[in-house]
């Protein structure tokens, strides 16, 4: 399917930042779900047979319309949601390594059912996905402009009551409930945040990649997309979001070592935590960064 | 409305974990407006009574009411709402945060911003987050904090680290604050400080406190009533005089030292 | 009648690995309170070095083509050294990446990544140098065993038996010397609490990467085991009896040598209880279990319950 690195790349590169901000947002509240490729397995099946198996969303006609992709973002980010919420719920006052092993659990779960259930094409999956864009450049806009929405919302949020809450739940979940804070609901909401971007990366990721199976949603890809926040950087959105476009890149650019380039990334999850334990991208790295830029005539924000 | 009632009521409650008892039958009332003490030795259940208040522990018997509701079984979260509000012996601050940011945590229940009104900056979501700063800032103040305001929590020194959390707690508007042995770690100087402090914002928040201390003649100074806690039991309670003369309190403390 | 009879066999043979495998994991867990993702690739390091050791050649897809030990060795040598070298394998693991976090202090997230970086780079490693490729165990390595036996009415390989008998010999050689050994004893009480452990003179340290290596062993044995009855699908293999494993882990109670073995066995029956029209879902078995666990008791039939102290 492609020829080169051309624009290809670039757009798996920002489809793997935004799974790495699904990945990073539970952890915001000191959640470790490794449920997004199962949301994003959910989003690209709602986008593949939506586009496949509904004429009157134009999957017939040479160019997908935008306003079905739209449609689909939003009903594949949708339902991801509505599934994190209900089970959200039950699953979040699991604490620590029993809540990532019940959402790698989930993922399973949810690639099991992907592989049997009639509707969703079995091992094959679904095929022949109706191209909204003709070729990559168009795909890279609009994953482009998926993050940064992302991003924004993740920036936004850490100057509100709910990213505030997110943190200090993160900090010391027992105090923060005996602030006051409704622990339950801040760590929901960051779930199915979480799910929604996963979801609406998926849809995009199904028309991008044409076709959509079972193995979009396993457990080789919670691995790569914590992978992406453990080295880009836990504690701020821009860590998953540097170590999404990095770590998507890496196994490409180390293609001309061949089969080695494998080994070279697993090398890179296994020394990454030893070596840089809080990631590249830390709050205090981003302060010293922030000093060295020249200083500018007005403050973005007041300091105290 | 509450004319009569006691703010709150400790009603026989007794904790009890397996074969080990922790707490059994302890029993007072607290008035609007006093400063209420447990003393007690390492073991005899503070902390525990305190958990048991707070809802992170529930009680094995008894009951307790705040201004004539039920509290027992509910969760902290809606226990601070209620207006009861705690630090901790162990101090739990959010040490990756600012000491403004801790403050602004508790200022929560006043920050009515809605979501969209967030993320659009709205008009009213500015002004409502510099009102909010600033009662921070002026809480910050009280506690001597101001000058730490952008520093993480956990960089803090000791004392330091202890006012916050009292800072913290007051941030959520409380009737009650439970102050969890306060003063532990501080010299003589620091200890009158805290005395001073802790009737100062009774009175400046009109506030009920309940302590917990180790430190005796600190609390015979603050208290206005103090209750003994004895392996779990509750063995005296009254104002500082007479717990100071009562038998059963002098042969648990004179019985201990002439171990 | 014996249709059940030999569903049952499948089932407690399949369950017998599960159950060998989850007690590493749970080794590993109640010493360190991390969950080892390398495990997977270290069962799957065992299959291929099973394979190997019992004279089979390497295909030719691999660095290694066409290299073959000149004589096979018996199975159990086999199954033994393969153990060993797993096990060898484990305790390098240990001082590359759990060792250090451990000593630093580190939050356990970090160890479960860098276990699965582990696992990441072992399993390519193993592609690298044998290839992608499927490989059947040879023909003739039971010996002089029989292929197939006659046991009450039903004909049952006797590779399952191998696997159940070697399986309980494990398990009650493991936890008698759990129970009585000065070592097993030791360790108990590193997973009770390391800094005691210390101060009463022994060597956490070393107990650790003792608990490794025997981590290491039981994935290794479980993972020939696996080879020698079924066969060797491709490198990945291990991956999907690793992720069970984990549900056997949880079902028994994490830490509990006892819970793996019970759950291995529920889990391996259930799975072999599922219904043919139905058996694209076998794979879910595991997970349902755990998912339905994890909700109702996260402690596992066995485990202890989990307290927070304030």
Redesign the interface.
């Known amino acids: 399917m492609e020829t080169g690195l051309d624009m290809t790349l670039p757009v798996q590169m920002v489809l793997g930042a935004l799974l790495g901000l699904s990945v990073y947002l539970p952890l915001a509240s000191g959640q470790l779900s490794l449920a997004t490729p199962g949301f994003y397995a959910i989003g690209g099946y709602c986008a593949a047979l939506l586009s496949t198996g509904w004429p009157a969303l134009g999957g017939e006609l040479p160019t997908f319309p935008l306003p079905s992709l739209l449609l689909e973002l939003v009903l594949g980010g949708g339902l991801a949601g509505l599934i994190a919420l209900l089970i959200g719920r039950p699953v979040l006052r699991l604490q620590g390594i029993y809540l990532a092993i019940a959402t790698i659990a989930l993922v399973e779960i949810l690639r099991v059912l992907n592989l049997n259930l009639p509707f969703t094409g079995g091992a094959l999956g679904i095929f022949a996905i109706p191209q909204p864009f003709n070729d990559p450049a168009g795909y890279l806009a609009a994953a482009s402009l998926l993050l940064a929405l992302a991003c924004w919302?993740c920036q936004?949020l850490e100057?509100?009551?709910?990213g505030?809450?997110q943190?200090?739940v993160?900090?010391?979940e027992?105090?923060?409930?005996?602030?006051?804070?409704?622990?339950a609901r801040v760590k929901l909401t960051s779930f199915v945040l979480s799910a929604v971007i996963a979801g609406v990366t998926g849809v995009l990721s199904a028309h991008f990649l044409n076709t959509w199976n079972a193995k979009q949603g396993s457990f080789d890809a919670s691995i790569t997309t914590l992978a992406f926040v453990v080295f880009g950087g836990s504690?701020t959105w821009l860590g998953p979001v540097l170590g999404g476009l990095v770590l998507t890149a890496l196994p490409e650019l180390l293609r001309p070592i061949g089969d080695l380039r494998l080994v070279v990334y697993g090398l890179v999850i296994l020394v990454g935590p030893v070596l840089f334990p809080q990631g590249l991208i830390t709050p205090e790295r981003l302060k010293q960064w922030r000093q060295l830029l020249p200083q500018r005539g007005r403050p973005r924000r007041a300091?105290? | 409305m509450s004319g009569d009632l006691p703010l709150l009521s400790v009603e026989r409650i007794s904790v009890r974990f397996g074969g080990l008892k922790a707490l059994e039958g302890v029993s007072f009332q607290l008035e609007e407006g006093e400063i209420f003490g447990l003393i007690g030795p390492n073991g005899a259940g503070k902390?525990t009574l305190f958990?048991v208040i707070?809802g992170?522990?529930p009680a094995t018997e008894g009951t307790v009411h705040w201004r004539g509701t039920p509290l027992t079984g509910l969760?902290?979260?809606q226990?601070?709402?209620r207006g009861i509000?705690?630090t901790?012996q162990n101090l739990?601050?959010?040490?990756?945060?600012?000491v403004?940011?801790n403050v602004?945590?508790?200022l929560?229940?006043d920050?009515h911003?809605s979501?969209l009104g967030?993320?659009m900056?709205s008009r009213s979501f500015l002004t409502r987050?510099q009102q909010l700063?600033q009662r921070a800032?002026e809480l910050l103040d009280l506690f001597d904090l101001t000058g730490l305001?952008?520093l993480p929590a956990g960089d803090l020194a000791y004392g330091d680290r202890r006012r916050l959390e009292m800072a913290?707690?007051l941030a959520?508007g409380p009737r009650l604050l439970m102050l969890d042995e306060p003063a532990a770690g501080m010299n003589p100087a620091e200890k009158d400080d805290l005395c001073e402090l802790i009737g100062r914002i009774r009175h400046h928040f009109q506030l009920t406190v309940l302590i917990i201390e180790h430190h005796v003649p600190l609390m015979m100074r603050l208290c206005d009533r103090l209750a003994v806690l004895h392996f779990g039991e509750q063995i005296a309670l009254g104002p500082p005089a007479a717990v100071r003369r009562d038998p059963a309190v002098i042969q648990a403390y004179l019985g201990e030292s002439e171990r | 009648m014996d249709n059940l009879l030999q569903i049952l066999f499948n089932g407690l043979s399949v369950g017998a690995v599960y159950a060998l495998f989850a007690l590493g994991y749970t080794l590993v867990f109640s010493v360190l309170g991390v969950i080892n993702f390398a495990h997977g690739a270290v069962f799957t390091l065992g299959a291929y070095f099973t394979y190997l050791l019992l004279g089979g050649a390497v295909g030719s897809n691999g660095l290694l083509a066409g290299a073959q030990l000149p004589e096979g060795l018996p199975f159990w040598v086999a199954l033994v050294l393969a153990g060993l070298g797993c096990a060898l394998v484990s305790v390098g693991l240990e001082a590359v990446a759990f060792g250090p976090l451990r000593r630093r202090q580190a939050e356990p997230l970090l160890s479960l990544i860098t276990s699965l970086g582990a696992g990441v780079v072992l399993v390519n490693l193993i592609q690298i140098l044998m290839g992608a490729e499927g490989y059947a165990l040879p023909a003739g390595s039971l010996g002089q065993l029989p292929v197939t036996l006659e046991l009450g009415g039903a004909r049952v390989r006797t590779i399952q038996v191998v696997l159940m008998l070697v399986s309980a010999l494990v398990v009650v050689v493991l936890t008698l010397w759990l129970e009585r050994s000065r070592g097993g004893k030791a360790l108990q009480a590193v997973a009770e609490d390391a800094t005691t452990a210390r101060l009463l003179g022994i060597d956490s340290d070393a107990m650790i990467r003792l608990c490794f290596a025997v981590s290491g062993f039981l994935a290794g044995l479980s993972g020939g085991l696996v080879g020698l009855s079924l066969s060797i699908t491709g490198p990945y293999f291990g991956i999907g009896y690793g992720l069970k494993a984990l549900g056997v882990l949880v079902l028994g109670g994490l830490g509990s040598v006892p819970g793996a073995v019970l759950a291995g066995l529920i889990v391996g029956l259930a799975e072999a209880l599922v219904p043919g029209e139905w058996s694209g879902y076998k794979d879910a078995v595991a997970f349902a279990f755990l998912f339905g666990m994890l909700l109702l008791r996260p402690q596992g039939l066995l485990g202890r319950a989990v307290v927070t102290k304030?």
């Open positions: 919302l936004r100057t509100m009551r709910l505030r809450a943190a200090a993160r900090d010391d027992l105090a923060a409930r005996s602030m006051g804070i409704d622990t504690r300091e105290p | 902390t958990n707070s992170l522990t969760p902290p979260d226990v601070n709402r509000a705690r901790f739990r601050l959010f040490s990756n945060q600012s403004l940011d602004l945590v508790g929560h229940h920050d911003s979501l967030g993320l900056r987050q700063r800032l305001a952008a913290r707690a959520t | 304030v």
